[in-house]
T-cell receptor
Framework: EAGVTQFPSHSVIEKGQTVTLRCDPI?????LYWYRRVMGKEIKFLLH????????ESGMPNNRFLAERTGGTYSTLKVQPAELEDSGVYFC?????????????FGPGTRLTVT | DAKTTQPNSMESNEEEPVHLPCNHS???????IHWYRQLPSQGPEYVIH???SNVNNRMASLAIAEDRKSSTLILHRATLRDAAVYYC??????????????FGKGTHLIIQP
């Protein structure tokens, strides 16, 4: 079974440009999460989708970040316009539905560098 | 989410057991104790979780104190591949609400050959 995949693995863009990160969750996982680790900081939760709906977006830093999950399958995270402080590693995770604490499966991450 | 406290780093020898402690003195009655780890250049990986009783799986064991204010992740026979940052995370029992993980600094486990 394929795990969570993320694309690209690495992106280098200039300040002010737009970047779109993609995440493909494990097939059948209704829950999809985005996290990020910026330089020197801890991994931080950004948002949580249940199917195509945003369940919790309390961790989104500002309105330059837009996450979508079309049809409840893959998800994209767009940063527009990118700022220097957006540099870091963006992780996606997915999990099955159901009550109780569900194990989250993480992708390898996308390393974003804003110059 | 309730906070956890872990040592910044620990060192162990290959093929020896490793005990990674975690303090969570403000844990609530419905918080599960989860452990994840992050190997170099990879995303975090689930290790184990428990509520009150000790738990075992193929990767590790989790020993939970009777008062639940602390727990210990046990790697029975560490290998070089176990070198990673280990995170102890409290998660409330969730019926579909906020479900994001709260990562702390974790414990950087170093394994010596």
């Amino acid at each position: 079974e394929a795990g969570v995949t993320q694309f690209p693995s690495h992106s280098v863009i200039e300040k002010g440009q737009t970047v779109t990160l993609r995440c493909d969750p494990i097939s059948g996982h209704d829950n999809l999460y985005w996290y990020r680790r910026v330089m020197g900081k801890e991994i931080k939760f950004l948002l949580h989708f249940v199917k195509e709906s945003k369940q919790d977006e309390s961790g989104m830093p500002n309105n330059r970040f837009l996450a979508e999950r079309t049809g409840g399958t893959y998800s994209t995270l767009k940063v527009q316009p990118a700022e220097l402080e957006d540099s870091g590693v963006y992780f996606c995770a997915s999990s099955l539905s159901g009550f109780g604490p569900r194990e989250q499966y993480f992708g390898p991450g996308t390393r974003l560098t804003v110059t | 989410d309730a906070k956890t406290t872990q040592p910044n780093s620990m060192e162990s020898n290959e093929e020896e057991p490793v005990h990674l402690p975690c303090n969570h003195s403000t844990i609530s009655g419905t918080d599960y104790i989860h452990w994840y780890r992050q190997l170099p250049s990879q995303g975090p990986e689930y290790v184990i979780h428990g509520l009150t009783s000790n738990v075992n799986n193929r990767m590790a064991s989790l020993a939970i104190a009777e008062d639940r204010k602390s727990s210990t992740l046990i790697l029975h026979r560490a290998t070089l591949r176990d070198a990673a940052v280990y995170y102890c995370i409290l998660r409330p029992y969730s019926g579909g609400g906020a479900d994001g993980l709260t990562f702390g600094k974790g414990t950087h486990l170093i394994i010596q050959p």
